[in-house]
């Protein structure tokens, strides 16, 4: 395995360790101990490899006294840590053969690792690639988050439907977790708020829970800092249920408010629009910031005294809408805690808050009603209300008499139940507010938040999204990695991705070349072995591989590439060639629970699957794996193999993807259309390497706004008649089937059928390229060469010059 130079410990050492802390921490040796026990055991040997560094740090922090980055965000997709920290702290060869040497199969040890799934999809991925790389450039950072008992859910498959099973993550311990219960914090909720003259109060909750954090290590790659994640458990706080006081008959409810309390941490909410404005919810994000802002004061206050500095040594990034709550509740403290005046406190609120927006879409932005504000957070309603009045009277001087200007920036949604736009609430209070890819930032101040940005246009930045090239290639792609570290002498690439320019002339080496196929179809096979114990299905290694990894969402347009297989059903079966090559057509990705919709789409590609599979005229040519319960341990086994990513969204509703990047940096070549961060790949690995297909962002509004007769296309083209025909009465028949086709011949919402021809045709031109292997392999080297923009260091290098205004601390090397 490649790794880090500066190795210290030698097999004998580790082993010796592994060991003690079997006998330590299980009680047990090697001869008695479960493959648990040694998991159990191994982890915590690494662990304590990074602790020195973790220590080294703190230190260096606490001379230094720098500014810090607070990264606030509900949710984390770590991946497994077991590999990880294996290979950041140089010790995964040594510890192999130590296993080896106590007679222990390594792989079943490490496959017990499991990976803590903390976060639904992109925005979690997202927030572990930025805490990675803000490590990896000696960064002072900490990550919050909530320390969910369970993560996102698992997926399984019944008749080609989703089912849900609660993912039990740490049921065996955590071994990479740090409790912390010294650091507890007391959260209040509910209650009444009295007046205290000028614009303080005082809020008497109804209702304490206490936060119990623990912190996991995030190692940097290549460097002595190791940063930390906390991640807060809410517990039920005795103290505050006087039991005493309740007659027999309501002890009972008593009991149970208490023990209702400390679930707040329970389940992570997947991602979905129809759970919207759940009371759990709100307490979640909450607790989350409530927590997280008093141990930033706390570590504040180590080394720093009164509120002058507190904007210089604090930046606060807010992780999509989730923690806003965060602004209103830092007035809270600075006001009536503290005795700031309202100015003042104001003032240093909006030099800590940045806050990044994920999405474009208008049902995805995040909403309260205002009556369940008032009677879970009261003082919180209280000073939104105050800031909103604030602001609108700055808005009403700069823009006299443009009502509807007032109304369209107002903090509270009015019209029906007043709403508090958590959107407004984090542009108010942020003194940055960025979008995810050029053309997401673009149309943010374009559409979804114009009218704020006409108003402060300095504010908004775009920052756009990378990937972390240790977690999706170093360990994702053992083999690429060490066939690029040959080639650029090393692995400090790894640390300075834009170094895989110098690929570019290795394309024309056809030794090369040969050795680069060679990796890919050793991940292909990696990957069949996989698709056939899990999904049932073989696939051909020599075959295209080409992978659709994402949530299920319309917008995201998996029908698309359904519709798309069924064609290329069609045309084998009548024998006609056209755009046939051998193919394994792989998707992964979850969708939320009650979202019905998507999860038509789900049973119908599995549906598909299930008929191309079993048929022995297409086998030779086409293979359809839908492969379970997606997450980063298996982003891992996919992306490696990858030959073809789908990235075909409707333009203008991607805020930016990432498994476009992975999937970039692996070696795949990309078909997707001009959405998110899909414009800035093409831009970088050029129009040879992108399959280009479909509508802009412009030519799709336009298209919306007109009238729409999605029907026209099915009568129009034959073969999108076919393949529609065929989900209704035909083979792929499936529940639900005759609602999908509905809208889609209806209404078609995403535009599919309007760009169903230039996709199909664009996968012909896919196929023609690849049956010249020599040119695609070439093709392939040249994406990998041109994407080191993509890494998420670039992206903290983005936001720290732009945005946090943070200088590295280096702790020294051990
Ligand atoms: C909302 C309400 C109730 C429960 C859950 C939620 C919820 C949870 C998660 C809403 C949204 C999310 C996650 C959104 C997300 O992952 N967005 C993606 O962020 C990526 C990183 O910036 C982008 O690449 C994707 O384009 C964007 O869709």
Known sequence: MTQVSHVRATPTEIEFELLGNLARARGTTVESASAQDLYQALALTVRDHLIDRYIRTTKAHYEANPRFVYYL????????????????????????????????????????????GLGNGGLGRLAACLLDALATSDIPAVGYGIRYDFGIFKQEFRGGAQAERPDDWAYYGNPWEFRAPDDQQHIGFYGSTEPAGGNRAVWTPGETVLGEPSHMLVPGYGTGTVNIIRLWRARSAPES??????????????VEAMVRSGTISAVLYPDDSTELGRELRLKQQYFLVACSLRDIIRRYRLRND?????ADKVVIQLNDTHPVIAIPELMRILVDEEGLAWEQAWSITRRVFAYTCHTLLPEALETWPVGLLRRLLPRHLEIIYLINHVFLQEVAALYPGDADRLRRLSIIEEGGEQRVRMAHLAVVGSFAVNGVAALHSRLLTETTLRAFAEMMPRQFHNVTNGISPRRFLLVANPGLTRLISARLGGTDWLRDLDRLAELEAAAGDPDFRARWRAVKRRNRQDLAAHALSEAGVSLDPDALCDVMIKRFHEYK???????????????????????VVRRSVVFGGKAAPGYHAAKRVMLLANTVAEVVNADPDVAPYLKVAFLPDYNVTRAELIIPAADLSEQISLAGKEASGTSNMKLALNGALTIGTLDGANVEIRDRVGA?????????????????????NPRTYYELDEELRAAIDAVVGGPFACEGADLLVGELLTRDEYLTLADFRAYVDCQDRVAEAWRDQEEWTRRSIRNVARSGFFSSDRTVQDYCRDIWRVEPVP????
Not at 306 to 310: P, Q, S
Not at 811 to 814: A, L, M, S
């Open 811 to 814: 702790p020294g090397r051990d």
């Open 688 to 708: 040879d390497n992108f399959f280009l297909f479909g509508m802009d962002a412009t030519e799709a509004a336009a298209l919306r706004a007109g009238p729409y």
């Open 306 to 310: 009164g509120w002058d500095a507190f």
């Open 557 to 579: 347009r998996q029908l698309l590439r359904v519709l798309h297989v069924i064609v290329l059903y069609h045309r084998i079966k009548r024998g006609d060639l056209t755009g």
């Open 73 to 116: 965000s509900a949710e984390y997709m770590l991946g497994r840590q077991l590999g990880q920290n294996l290979l950041y702290s140089g010790t995964a060869d040594v510890a192999r053969s130590a296993l080896e040497a106590l007679g222990v199969d390594p792989a079943e040890v490490a496959a017990l690792d499991v990976e803590p």
């Open 241 to 254: 249920f006087d039991l005493s006081q309740f007659g027999a008959g309501r002890y009972g409810e008593a």
